[in-house]
T-cell receptor
């Protein structure tokens, strides 16, 4: 089955620094990847849709200059949290679109837990 | 290798009947399981969860059953309603709520 990885799995950084999170599709190519942030009560908020070779599409209320997304290849999308602040501390999950038995399916990464001190 | 499997990519059920969505996992270290519901163009929404110390958890029309020996859980929706039509993701974690592993999802269609 399709596998999506994220790196790092956990990161602690100081306020004001930038953090890059990688999302890779390991055994398939994904032209579309999604970035989510987990909020209380376990729901995932869609932050942006990342399309290979073009600019990401951000959801309303998500600052594109703060959360930089680059989808440089068919297997890699990166999310950079710039000038991180404690309120950015969260669990970030990516997913990648693939076809499964004729249906478009999302495969999720394992998530990255960010703690900003 | 996928640690969380949802072998049915899609399921169709008549309105008013029971919907049963299945999920299997391979990692015996998982101790917390969640079901999410996802509509198009939205993020997955938390639906119901169960910890490994229980074998059943109910919330209204939704019940999750856990069979640890079989490493299997299922989500029952009864009665099913057209608004339940969505993609349902099963997720598992160890360390009680951290490091989620998602299944690939099952697309449920509830027919009026």
């Amino acid at each position: 089955g399709a596998v999506v990885s994220q790196h790092p799995s956990r990161v602690i950084c100081k306020s004001g620094t930038s953090v890059k999170i990688e999302c890779r599709s390991l055994d398939f190519q994904a032209t579309t990847m999604f970035w989510y942030r987990q909020f209380p009560k376990q729901s995932l908020m869609l932050m942006a849709t990342s399309n290979e070779g073009s600019k990401a599409t951000y959801e309303q209320g998500v600052e594109k200059d703060k959360f930089l997304i680059n989808h440089a290849s068919l297997t890699l999308s990166t999310l950079t949290v710039t000038s991180a602040h404690p309120e950015d501390s969260s669990f970030y999950i990516c997913s990648a679109l693939a076809w499964r038995e004729g249906l478009e399916t999302q495969y999720f990464g394992p998530g990255t837990r960010l703690l900003v001190l | 290798d996928q640690q969380v499997k949802q072998n049915s990519p899609s399921l169709s059920v008549q309105e008013g009947r029971i919907s049963i969505l299945n999920c299997d996992y391979t990692n015996s270290m998982f101790d917390y399981f969640l079901w999410y519901k996802k509509y198009p163009a939205e993020g997955p929404t938390f639906l119901i969860s169960i910890s490994s110390i229980k074998d059943k958890n109910e919330d209204g029309r939704f019940t999750v059953f856990l069979n640890k020996s079989a490493k299997h859980l299922s989500l029952h929706i009864v009665p099913s309603q057209p608004g339940d039509s969505a993609v349902y993701f099963c997720a598992a974690s160890d360390n009680y709520g951290q490091n989620f592993v998602f299944g690939p999802g099952t697309r449920l269609s509830v027919l009026p």
